[in-house]
């Protein structure tokens, strides 16, 4: 027993409330990963791209996968390895039936190796079979801001009972599709979401974490929605010929930058001939 | 993409089989269409004209569902196989009166002229652009589907006018 009670009682209730206190202050977690960082490690300079672009040919085999975490910690993954499958699935749910997509494979994000640039992506791409990979980073942060009677907390029953938490997650998630024998840059679509909720300080990680899965789901859904409009941008790109590093052979064998579009059109000569007809009818019926 | 041209998508948005022929892939191509539309307007009576009009509303989606057969994955935009089938509706319709058979007959013998050039030269003398080629199979299902639409024409043509 302390020689001085009363003293050792006060000094742990001052450390109690500046714990409690420093609860009650807001707190910010962010979850990031760097496509950046991941391709370009150590601030490697791009590649050359293949001076003869890339060709596509559909129906296309395409992969799947979640940027690694930077830093070249373990584990590489920054979502826990069944969220991170879920929210794959998702997007590939979303294009499994489109008429060029011949196969998606969903590749985990531990094969691939944080920092491995575009080495390590041609060695994935060749293990799965696969020349185009859609990369997605992702870039998560959450917000807790006490509410004013968050000093309730300090009460004990409060922190079990009254959502003294104001908690916003914002997630940006980023899909680049790169054809990766040729390290080519092909599009990219953004998805991103905002959820905003309120808990316990007792249920607040449970909270944030639920949040979070929330807040990923919904930006993989828009990005979903985003892709697939994108895809179809490139499509009008590379027919127009705006995209002259790549070309896209459709399914009947034929390059998409010769004939993206099909157009019906009448030509000079049947128009002008159809004209001086008309003309030829007009004039005989006013003679007659 | 546009929403409104004719992809394979149209299955599941029908609009498409529509609005794809209003679409042009440039000004040269709306104004050649154009042109080719004017032809059979010009030389059929203005009172046929509603009928005509309402032939193409009906044929319109017919020739889309029949242009998907060749499309792949490819789009198609352009109003020159409607423009055949107005055609072929115009030059039966002519045909069949004693007054401008002669004009009917010519106007199906430039149409059939224009499609037997195609089958043999193919697509290749017909205009086109960046990113596009004509799609002559659009312009045979457009004279096919304008002959056998051109009943259309034909109907109410007897009828009195009531008093």
Redesign the interface.
């Given at each position: 027993m302390p020689r001085h009670p009363s003293l050792f009682l006060a000094a742990v209730a001052a450390a109690a409330l500046l714990a409690a206190l420093a609860c009650l202050g807001p707190t910010t977690v962010s979850h990031r990963s760097g496509l950046m960082e991941y391709l370009y490690p150590k601030n490697r300079l791009a590649p050359q791209p293949n001076p003869a672009g890339a060709t596509l040919t559909?129906p296309l085999r395409i992969g799947v996968a979640f940027v690694p975490a930077s830093g070249g910690t373990y584990p590489a993954s920054l979502l826990p390895a069944t969220v991170e499958k879920h929210l794959l699935d998702l997007l590939k749910d979303a294009f499994r039936n489109k008429?060029?997509v011949k196969d998606i494979q969903v590749i985990p994000t531990t094969y691939l190796s944080p920092r491995g640039g575009f080495d390590n992506l041609d060695q994935v791409s060749r293990l799965y079979g696969v020349s185009v990979i859609a990369l997605v980073s992702v870039d998560q942060i959450q917000y807790t801001n006490p509410k004013w009677y968050s000093f309730a907390y300090l009460s004990i029953v409060g922190a079990y009972v009254l959502p003294g938490d104001r908690n916003d997650t914002r997630t940006l998630i980023d899909a680049a599709v790169f054809h990766a024998p040729t390290r080519t840059f092909l599009l990219r679509a953004p998805g991103q979401s905002i959820v905003k909720g309120s808990s316990t300080a007792v249920n607040l990680q449970e909270r944030l974490r639920e949040d979070s899965a929330k807040g990923l789901e919904l930006a993989m859904g828009e990005l979903a929605r985003n892709l697939d409009a994108e895809v179809?941008?490139f499509?009008?790109q590379?027919?127009?010929?705006e995209r002259k590093e790549v070309d896209v052979i459709?399914?009947?064998g034929?390059s998409?930058?010769?004939?993206?579009?099909?157009?019906?059109?009448?030509?000079?000569f049947?128009?002008m001939?159809?004209?001086a007809?008309?003309?030829a009818?007009?004039w005989r019926r006013r003679r007659a | 993409m546009s929403p409104f041209v004719l992809t394979r998508e149209a299955l599941l948005q029908p609009w498409r089989l529509w609005t794809c022929h209003a679409l042009q892939f440039g000004w040269t191509h709306a104004l050649l269409n154009l042109g080719a539309l004017a032809v059979p307007a010009a030389l059929v009576r203005p009172r046929v004209w509603p009928r005509m009009a309402l032939a193409l509303l009906v044929l319109a989606p017919v020739l889309g569902l029949a242009i998907l057969l060749h499309l792949g994955d490819a789009e198609y935009r352009g109003a020159s196989g409607l423009a055949c089938a107005a055609w072929a509706l115009a030059g039966v319709h002519l045909a069949r009166a004693r007054e401008s058979r002669m004009e009917g007959l010519v106007l199906l013998g430039l149409l059939s002229a224009k499609l037997l050039a195609e089958i043999v030269a193919g697509a290749t003398f017909l205009p086109g652009g960046p990113g596009w080629v004509s799609l002559p199979a659009a312009h045979r299902w457009g004279a096919a589907l304008g002959v056998v639409g051109s009943p259309l024409l034909a109907a109410g043509e007897g009828r009195k006018p009531k008093a």
């Open positions: 559909l008429p060029w179809d941008a499509k009008a590379v027919a127009s010929g459709t399914s009947q034929s998409l930058r010769a004939t993206g579009g099909r157009g019906g059109a009448f030509g000079g049947e128009v001939a159809g004209l007809l008309a003309a009818a007009v | -």
